[in-house]
């Protein structure tokens, strides 16, 4: 099993930044794509960005590419998203994910998860 704890959630004016770490424990080994997701009021989840831990290549929804980047630390077990520039549609909670395969951006391929942090964008 591998257990993901998301923080650094908050309120933040439009235009602002805000960093978000994921800290995994357990059976870390066994996994290498990490992933972002979020999800709106009354939305679906959708994809935000994924890393491959192993490689450190990186991937991006459209609507954040430019903004966000993800980065891990992989002595601390550790992934971050560095979000600049944010937008009140931003607002989500935001979901950290594992997965074993090396990258992937379909939740379904994700088995573990964190709890989720709550990202509130005022105008």
């Known amino acids: 099993q591998v257990q993901l704890v998301e923080s650094g959630g908050g309120l933040v004016r439009a235009g602002g930044s805000l960093r978000l770490s994921c800290a995994a424990s357990g059976r870390t080994f066994s996994t290498d794509a990490m992933g972002w997701f979020r999800q709106a009021p009354g939305k679906e989840r959708e994809f935000v960005g994924a890393?491959?831990?192993?490689?450190?290549?990186?991937g991006y929804a459209d609507s954040v590419k430019g903004r966000f980047t993800i980065s891990r630390d992989s002595a601390k077990n550790t992934m971050y998203l560095q979000m600049n520039s944010l937008k009140r549609e931003d607002t989500a909670v935001y979901y950290c994910?594992?997965?074993?395969?090396?990258?992937?951006?379909?939740?379904?391929?994700?088995?573990?998860w964190g709890q989720g942090t709550q990202v509130t964008v005022s105008s």
């Open positions: 994910a594992a997965s074993g395969l090396r990258y992937t951006e379909l939740s379904g391929q994700y088995p573990y």
């Open positions: 890393i491959s831990r192993r490689s450190g290549s990186t």
